[in-house]
């Protein structure tokens, strides 16, 4: 094991409103084509980008019962990137050295709308709301599907959650913390109440009724607003040497994470700190081919 | 209600347990209910039978049959 290992990625996996895979997602961006409509189907309120509702983690394999919706898909798109990496069956040796490190900016939003709607209605709580609401509900789902007993991290901040995983994963490995971290992000805010507190905050999208797939429109003049949606994405990373003595197939390579804030506005980037996170980035020691 | 024939159907059609296997009082955990899954189905039959389950209780049970038994004598009970 060398402490100056590339980290590379040798697994992936996605579910989005463009369907059922990494692929799906890769050639429905290609094709320039909108999982957006009108949300929720019977009322059409807002703009959402949803999974498809034959596609979606309803009764599979081996999932929990009432695990959250976001544990559901990042469980779907773990499993892809686990096959896509040859890695079905992590081999029992090298689960304590295969950590998973995953973010989410809402975590269990269905969970937590279901335990309030039960509370004001008069209703007890579920007796696992609190396990499935955490949110590490999602770490522990996928440890627990392959059985991977290496490091872990939930992360939350907010849109970067999946990218602050990924680049700590990536130091982690560098650092020899684990020979390989299962990572991505998860989010399924499309409940009521979520898309509420959105539409509460004046950053929707304002619904196009006559073409739904269009009402998100960045640089556009006419452009109102974001539009939410729902999914998951996953990539196994492993450290070179790692990849290499399996003879995994190897996609790319991470070669580097930088990580810098504000300190100006809840929600208003200010530049300055992304040109920063970014220039970090490229400093990166790693970034210079060898 | 027949509580032995209610906790059969809640444990095979809501917690997909082997039917077989609640013809032989196998343990819960037998069954495919884990200490989670354990608590999910308490839960259930309190709404089913009106019944609350304290925590001493719950801890001890380990077949259907000990559950059985349980609700029955908490129905005894909340019926004096």
Redesign the interface.
């Known amino acids: 094991m060398s402490l100056h290992d590339r980290v590379v990625i040798t697994g992936l996996g996605a579910v989005s409103a463009l369907g059922l895979g990494a692929k799906a997602l890769f050639a429905g961006s290609l094709a320039g084509r909108s999982g957006i409509r009108l949300w929720p189907p019977e009322a059409g309120i807002w703009a959402a980008a949803p999974v498809p509702g034959n596609l979606g983690p309803v009764g599979m394999h081996q999932l929990?019962?009432?695990v959250d919706r976001h544990v559901g898909l990042a469980t779907l798109a773990v499993r892809e990137a686990m096959a896509d990496a040859g890695l079905e069956n992590v081999p029992a040796a090298e689960s304590a050295s295969t950590g998973v490190y995953w973010g989410t900016g809402v975590g269990s939003a269905a969970t937590v709308e279901d335990s309030y709607g039960r509370l004001h209605s008069g209703q007890?709580a579920?007796?696992?709301t609190i396990?499935l609401a955490m949110q590490n509900a999602a770490v522990a789902q996928i440890a627990l599907d392959h059985g991977l007993r290496g490091p872990q991290l939930s992360v939350s901040q907010a849109c970067a959650s999946a990218a602050a995983a990924i680049g700590e994963a990536m130091l982690a490995l560098r650092w020899g913390r684990a020979e390989r971290i299962v990572v991505g992000g998860a989010e399924a805010p499309l409940v009521a109440g979520q898309l509420q507190a959105w539409d509460a905050l004046r950053v929707l999208a304002k619904a196009d009724k006559l073409s739904p797939e269009q009402s998100c429109r960045p640089f556009d003049r006419r452009r109102s607003g974001l539009v939410l949606g729902e999914g998951a994405a996953a990539l196994v990373l492993e450290r070179e040497s790692t990849a290499r003595r399996r003879g995994a197939r190897i996609h790319a390579e991470l070669c580097g994470y930088g990580n810098a804030g504000d300190a100006s506005h809840y929600a208003r980037p200010d530049p300055a700190g992304q040109q920063r996170a970014m220039e970090l980035t490229l400093q990166d020691p790693c970034r210079t081919p060898a | 209600m027949d509580t032995r024939q209610t906790l059969a159907d809640i444990a095979i059609k809501e917690f997909q347990c082997d039917p077989e296997k609640i013809k032989e009082d196998a343990s819960i955990k037998d069954l495919g209910i884990d200490s989670l899954g354990l608590l999910e189905f308490i839960f259930r039959i309190e709404e089913v039978f009106a019944i609350r389950v304290d925590n001493e209780d719950a801890e001890k049970v380990q077949t259907l049959t000990d559950i059985s038994n349980l609700v029955d004598r908490l129905r005894t009970m909340a019926a004096a």
Do not use: E, K, W
Request: glycine share 0%; proline share 25%.
């Open positions: 929990p019962a009432h007890r579920r007796p696992l396990l």
